[in-house]
């Protein structure tokens, strides 16, 4: 202070230090100063470089730890020089242990190689040894297994559930473990036994309330970013989304409705034409689906037709969950001139048991009337769910 003080009077006395004063202050001030750390968001990724990192399935090795070796060992000290067998046993090897975590979201950041840790092996004065530590890998929720011959093995479908994907290998005995009446000084240990050694197809497949099902540039992903935060990619061209989004639709008493938007399907889906069986599998989870069509279209008769057929060669079932029905751009000129032809052979096909809701998702148009929709088919999922046993409803 005192000498801050100082160049002050100086300053007023003497106009020629002036300069001297403000480089001298500023040379001060930036020696006990530190730089302020910007903190930046995260880095714009584009839709492209998105679906790189989204991997639904890969191929996974595990090994098990092997089982520590039995140790044959005789007691020697002073007072008891033939003290007896005192080798102890080896430890157990680790297993390696898949368990579902709800954060993760893709297999990208998975290893194509898991191990356990190996079994100590046991030691004199009775001592056993330590067991492997087991290997615990997290996978998203939804992941399922399959062997080399293409058999299911497990499926992970909520948060902490867990699957022992390899078992480790049983310690060996040690002498002390074969000590008998008739044999009171046995040499004999046993080796560790080793680990199982098995090789897994990790798939994922997107768990949802609904399904956004509909060819490309149909507007599934503008639905999604009006009815939920969800933030997809959207474009005038057709495939601008090329893997799946999920946003949540949140309603007053606190019920979440998770809503897919399935990348877009052709003809020819089920034969793996275009991106089929990619984007197929993340349906089959779906407890109903929506079918977005567009108005615009020449025919979007038959593209529903062609959806509902795709959705039935790839797996029959499929085609039988409840769905809604959407006729999306009403706003076009082009939807308004389809609309007659195009509702007379819905009624014609369906009658009254099937809801037709026309939508404009570029203005909102009939956006609470498809809301209510939605809230009614998954309160009815819920409810049949109740009647054959199933008390907690899937929640996101």
């Not at 106009?15 to 995260?42: A, D, E, L, P, V």
């Given at each position: 202070?005192?000498?801050?003080?100082?160049?002050?009077?100086?300053?007023?006395?003497?106009?020629?230090?002036?300069?001297?004063?403000?480089?001298?202050?500023?040379?001060?001030?930036?020696?006990?100063?530190?730089?302020?750390?910007?903190?930046?968001?995260?880095?714009?990724?584009?839709?492209?470089?998105?679906?790189?990192?989204?991997?639904?399935?890969?191929?996974?090795?595990?090994?098990?730890?092997?089982?520590?070796?039995?140790?044959?060992?005789?007691?020697?000290?002073?007072?008891?020089?033939?003290?007896?067998?005192?080798?102890?046993?080896?430890?157990?090897?680790?297993?390696?242990?898949?368990?579902?975590?709800?954060?993760?979201?893709?297999?990208?950041?998975?290893?194509?190689?898991?191990?356990?840790?190996?079994?100590?092996?046991?030691?004199?004065?009775?001592?056993?040894?330590?067991?492997?530590?087991?290997?615990?890998?997290?996978?998203?929720?939804?992941?399922?297994?399959?062997?080399?011959?293409?058999s299911v093995v497990e499926d992970l479908v909520k948060h902490g559930d867990e699957f022992?994907?390899?078992?480790?290998?049983?310690?060996?005995?040690?002498?002390?473990?074969?000590?008998?009446?008739?044999?009171?000084?046995?040499?004999?240990?046993?080796?560790?036994?080793?680990?199982?050694?098995?090789?897994?197809?990790?798939?994922?497949?997107?768990?949802?309330?609904?399904?956004?099902?509909?060819?490309?540039?149909?507007?599934?992903?503008?639905?999604?970013?009006?009815?939920?935060?969800?933030?997809?990619?959207?474009?005038?061209?057709?495939?601008?989304?090329?893997?799946?989004?999920?946003?949540?639709?949140?309603?007053?008493?606190?019920?979440?409705?998770?809503?897919?938007?399935?990348?877009?399907?052709?003809?020819?889906?089920?034969?793996?034409?275009?991106?089929?069986?990619?984007?197929?599998?993340?349906?089959?989870?779906?407890?109903?689906?929506?079918?977005?069509?567009?108005?615009?279209?020449?025919?979007?008769?038959?593209?529903?037709?062609?959806?509902?057929?795709?959705?039935?060669?790839?797996?029959?079932?499929?085609?039988?969950?409840?769905?809604?029905?959407?006729?999306?751009?009403?706003?076009?000129?082009?939807?308004?001139?389809?609309?007659?032809?195009?509702?007379?052979?819905?009624?014609?096909?369906?009658?009254?048991?099937?809801?037709?809701?026309?939508?404009?998702?570029?203005?909102?148009?009939?956006?609470?009337?498809?809301?209510?929709?939605?809230?009614?088919?998954?309160?009815?999922?819920?409810?049949?769910?109740?009647?054959?046993?199933?008390?907690?409803?899937?929640?996101?």
């Amino acid at each position: 202070m005192l000498c801050i003080s100082h160049r002050i009077i100086s300053l007023f006395c003497n106009k020629s230090c002036h300069f001297t004063f403000i480089c001298n202050t500023f040379s001060i001030s930036s020696q006990y100063s530190r730089k302020k750390k910007i903190i930046t968001g995260k880095p714009y990724r584009t839709e492209e470089e998105l679906a790189q990192k989204f991997i639904d399935h890969k191929l996974i090795k595990v090994y098990a730890g092997k089982g520590g070796d039995g140790r044959s060992s005789f007691l020697r000290e002073k007072n008891r020089p033939m003290g007896g067998p005192d080798g102890g046993n080896g430890g157990n090897g680790g297993n390696v242990v898949f368990v579902a975590d709800s954060n993760m979201k893709s297999l990208e950041k998975l290893s194509p190689l898991y191990q356990a840790d190996d079994g100590i092996d046991g030691g004199g004065y009775n001592c056993f040894g330590k067991n492997g530590k087991d290997k615990f890998v997290k996978f998203p929720v939804g992941t399922y297994f399959r062997c080399e011959d293409g058999s299911v093995v497990e499926d992970l479908v909520k948060h902490g559930d867990e699957f022992v994907a390899a078992y480790g290998g049983l310690g060996g005995k040690g002498n002390r473990f074969f000590v008998t009446n008739t044999e009171t000084v046995p040499e004999e240990c046993t080796p560790g036994q080793p680990g199982d050694a098995r090789v897994f197809v990790a798939e994922l497949r997107t768990l949802a309330h609904a399904g956004l099902i509909g060819f490309p540039n149909a507007g599934k992903s503008t639905l999604l970013r009006i009815l939920t935060r969800a933030r997809p990619q959207v474009g005038d061209y057709q495939f601008t989304t090329l893997r799946p989004h999920v946003g949540i639709l949140h309603f007053e008493d606190f019920t979440q409705i998770a809503i897919a938007d399935i990348p877009g399907i052709i003809e020819g889906a089920h034969k793996n034409q275009g991106l089929g069986l990619t984007f197929l599998r993340h349906i089959e989870r779906c407890r109903f689906f929506i079918f977005l069509l567009d108005l615009s279209e020449p025919d979007p008769w038959q593209h529903l037709q062609t959806l509902r057929k795709e959705l039935s060669e790839y797996e029959k079932v499929l085609s039988e969950r409840p769905s809604i029905y959407v006729a999306n751009k009403l706003d076009l000129p082009e939807a308004k001139e389809h609309l007659l032809d195009f509702t007379n052979q819905f009624k014609t096909e369906f009658g009254e048991d099937k809801k037709l809701v026309l939508l404009s998702g570029k203005y909102g148009q009939n956006l609470e009337e498809l809301i209510h929709t939605i809230r009614y088919f998954y309160d009815e999922d819920i409810r049949v769910n109740q009647m054959h046993g199933m008390t907690s409803p899937m929640r996101w």
